[in-house]
């Protein structure tokens, strides 16, 4: 499934961008007065082969969940069961998460990739003050419907990869088709775009290893304070991360022995989402510091993927700024986020509706009877 998927994922369509920029052209604005938000309506038809490209709705975001056997390192003072927790927080519409989701009206799907402990068992339906919305919710809420799981533990956890490699080549392809079978899943039912989220305590040091090993930075450039550790935390985490690296000297031409090394259940997931995104012409929107690092894995299996990927926002963890530098993206907003689950991203949704809907519904100087310059 990997091999057709990155056989599958193409270029962009040269006669839509074409299509597309002659009609920024036209339209009635000054020139280039939409900045960024030009180029990416380009390359959004490009991406659909056709000008102006479908608006990129529904939404639907993937979060993948796993655990992480370095956490035994002490990498982050989060309890490992947080991960499952989280999950039922998800289901339960409870995180922030949800509540973007509901503002954007994106729907929802948890994919269990490998939590270590077990999910704790749902509470009864019955709304309370801890996830009740504090207002009744606007009917772009009524469209999103009810979190789903998807159960697809590949393994409960990666080992500690400062003592071995966190995964077998199989599990990281495994976690990685697990991904693809969610985009087409999310894309057969609608999806005009996909949303990255994680979840996983632990989960920025693999993100960092990752893109350290896909850059060729430092451990120190890569390594960020992820949940918000002290001064010697972050210090030991940098040596964690250099300590997994001098073991594996992971070869970044080898994206999967790169995610089989130093990654992540869901980093690999994330990747797979990605190829799988770009393989069916629908924009992913790429949250954090871990779709970004699983987005410098799909681009070694696929360059042409980064075709498909909208960075919408800039992670404080700083090898978020590494890995979007090295794809070549720039951030929709940059608000200090450090938070994952997919909320960075699907803050930028509506500038990416935005973008599209411009060139669906702008009137063009003729059209309008506007004078030009
Ligand atoms: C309550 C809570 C909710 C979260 N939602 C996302 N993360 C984020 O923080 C974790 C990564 O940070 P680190 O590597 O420092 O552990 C991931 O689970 C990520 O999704 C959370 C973390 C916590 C504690
Ligand atoms: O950028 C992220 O996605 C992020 C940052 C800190 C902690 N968890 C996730």
Known sequence: MLETTIAAVGPLDEPAMTAARQLQARLTKPAGSLGALEELSVRLAGLAGACPPPLPTPAAVAIFAGDHGVHAQRVTPWPQEVTAQMVANFLAGGAVVNAFARQAGATVTVVDVGVAT?????????????????????????????????????????????????????????????????????????????????????????????????????????????????????????????????????????????????????????????????????????????????????????????????????????????????????????????LGEGTGALLALPVVTGAVRVLHEVATFDSAGVAEK
């Open 118 to 338: 077990p999910l704790p068992v749902p509470e009864p339906t019955a709304p309370d003050a801890a996830t009740a919305p504090a207002e009744p919710v606007d009917h772009a809420a009524a469209a999103v419907g009810v979190p789903r799981l998807v159960a697809a533990t590949v393994r409960p956890g990666t080992r500690d990869m400062t003592v071995t490699a966190a995964l077998t080549r199989e599990e990281a392809g495994t976690a990685i088709e697990v991904g693809i079978r969610t985009a087409g899943e999310l894309v057969d039912a609608g999806a005009g775009i996909l949303v990255t989220g994680d979840m996983g305590i632990a989960n920025t040091t693999p993100a960092a290893a990752l893109i350290a090993a896909f850059t060729g930075v430092d451990a120190a450039e890569a390594t960020g304070r992820g949940t918000g550790v002290d001064d010697p935390t972050y210090q030991h985490k940098i040596e964690v991360v250099a300590a997994a690296l001098r073991r594996h000297s992971p070869d970044p031409t080898d994206p999967l022995g790169v995610l089989a090394t130093v990654g992540g259940l869901e980093h690999a997931a994330l990747t797979g989402l990605i190829l799988g995104a770009a393989a069916r012409r629908v924009p992913v929107l790429l949250d954090g510091v871990i779709a970004v690092s699983a987005a410098l894995a799909a681009a070694a299996f696929a360059p042409a993927a980064v075709g498909a990927m909208i960075a919408g926002h800039r992670s404080a963890e700083p090898g978020a700024t590494v890995a979007l530098r090295r794809l070549g993206l720039t951030p929709l907003i940059d608000l200090g986020l450090r």
